[in-house]
């Protein structure tokens, strides 16, 4: 087992024991998000330390991520010696055998991962992932815009609060929208975000009988408000945006609120990517007639494909981009502002920490919140807030995703929107004999 240590200059892997794995060439599979990419700046550290590792990053954007990673872990096809998945495929994979179980030194503190981290990446007590960075969802706004039309943002505001301020901050003719969401569609995109939304309008994937509950009055009600809403106060081209594109669209201050990732906040906040960095200010989720369910709860972790030939010095990068150290190497290069967040206590403890940002107190009360044993108003037979942990919903909410994508971008009515899905869902339900 390899043990982590501080040198002068950055990160080293220290190795417990006589015997050492020859070091090999590891590919990784990861999100183009920005906590990713800065991993990638900081690998030379790395490779610095063990000599004879070399990485190779392939980088794709969410949806195509969970496309390869999941073509590849399902044919056996080897591609990758690191993947970057979610508490959804993580238990489910582990249980059938296709991650190596990860194994850690007392030094990696593996305690001092959050309780809701570590839960949600395991099966059978054994961790499958280890989280590079976790995340609820919050709200995300202007409070200049907002002081403006007089207004004020409490926490747990309601979905109709949220409409009157978007109708308030929107100013078209100066390229101002009163709120961004997801559109694009897939299973952890604009279904990510909309499953929350529609868990606080009382709406439920499934009925406890395991049929499709995507024909309720619950998803019409909430599906039509989300399409009313970005169709009237949203920018252009909202049926393709993503985390990025949205970023993108806050940071030039086009956005008077955005509900989405906790870690999007360190991002958001900072005045060398913002533009509105010093007006930003943060609250919990909007609610229609429950807070259940209403912020997610993830997190972007590395896994080990079981087969790979690389499974010794995959552990040993594992370690050494989801520990303690390297989180002090970005505060280091960067400021503690800017460290991935939402994984470990001893962050949020930490005075730089707290003092760097801003939005450290609603991001972990976010991230607490999150309940995916109870994350709807009605009983549910299954375990998730934004997806249901069965393996057949990665096909259904990815059909879902796109019919509700066309339907934001008018292609189709709402109504035809959610009659497609429910028989979409029906059909998969059916052919996986759950009735």
């Not at 409490?154 to 929107?170: E, K, R």
């Not at 989801?322 to 206590?345: C, D, F, H, M």
């Not at 940002?357 to 375990?383: C, G, M, Q, R």
Request: charged share 15%.
């Amino acid at each position: 087992m390899k043990s982590l240590r501080n040198t002068a200059l950055g990160l080293t892997l220290g190795v417990a024991g006589a015997s050492m794995a020859l070091a090999g060439e590891l590919t990784i599979a990861t999100v183009n998000n920005g906590h990713m990419i800065e991993m990638q700046k900081l690998t030379p550290a790395f490779e610095e330390a063990n000599p004879g590792i070399t990485v190779n990053w392939v980088t794709l954007d969410e949806g195509t991520l969970r496309s390869r990673v999941t073509t590849d872990i399902t044919t056996k096809g080897g591609q990758f010696d690191i993947m970057t998945i979610g508490m959804y495929e993580a238990p489910i994979w582990g249980q059938r055998g296709w991650l190596q179980a990860l194994e850690f030194g007392a030094d990696y503190d593996v305690d001092d991962i959050l309780p809701a981290m570590r839960n949600g990446l395991s099966y059978d007590g054994k961790l499958y992932a280890a989280p590079f960075y976790g995340e609820s969802s919050m709200i995300m706004y202007r409070k200049d815009l907002l002081d403006a039309a007089g207004m004020e943002m409490p926490d747990n505001p309601s979905w109709g609060h949220i409409q009157d301020a978007a109708a308030a901050m929107t100013d078209k003719e100066n390229g101002i929208y009163g709120i961004c969401l997801r559109g694009k569609p897939g299973w952890g995109d604009n279904m990510a975000f909309l499953s929350t939304m529609a868990n606080s309008f009382g709406a439920q994937w499934f009925n406890l009988d395991w049929t499709p509950a995507l024909d309720s009055p619950a998803w019409n009600h909430a599906v039509s408000f989300y399409v009313d809403l970005l169709t009237n106060y949203g920018p252009p081209g909202s049926a393709g945006n993503s985390f990025n594109e949205i970023l993108a669209l806050i940071n030039e201050g086009k956005c008077g609120m955005w509900i989405d990732a906790t870690i999007a906040a360190s991002f958001v906040s900072n005045p060398e990517q913002s533009k509105v960095a010093d007006v930003i200010a943060f609250a919990q989720s909007p609610q229609a007639v429950t807070t259940r369910g209403a912020n997610w709860l993830w997190a972007w972790s590395l896994a080990i494909p079981a087969g790979t030939k690389q499974a010794e010095d995959a552990q040993t990068f594992i370690e050494w981009a989801t520990s303690k150290e390297y989180i002090e190497l970005v505060a280091e290069t960067n400021g503690w502002g800017a460290v991935p967040t939402g994984t470990r206590q001893s962050t949020y403890d930490n005075p730089s920490f707290q003092e760097a940002a801003v939005f450290a107190e609603a991001e972990l009360k976010a991230i607490l919140s999150a309940d995916p044993e109870n994350s709807t108003l009605n009983p549910s037979p299954y375990v998730g807030v934004q997806f249901a942990a069965i393996p057949e919903f990665q096909a259904i909410g990815t059909a879902v995703g796109q019919q509700i994508s066309a339907a934001l971008a008018g292609d189709i009515t709402v109504e035809e929107a959610l009659a497609a899905s429910q028989k979409a869902a029906d059909r998969e339900m059916r052919k996986a004999g759950y009735y």
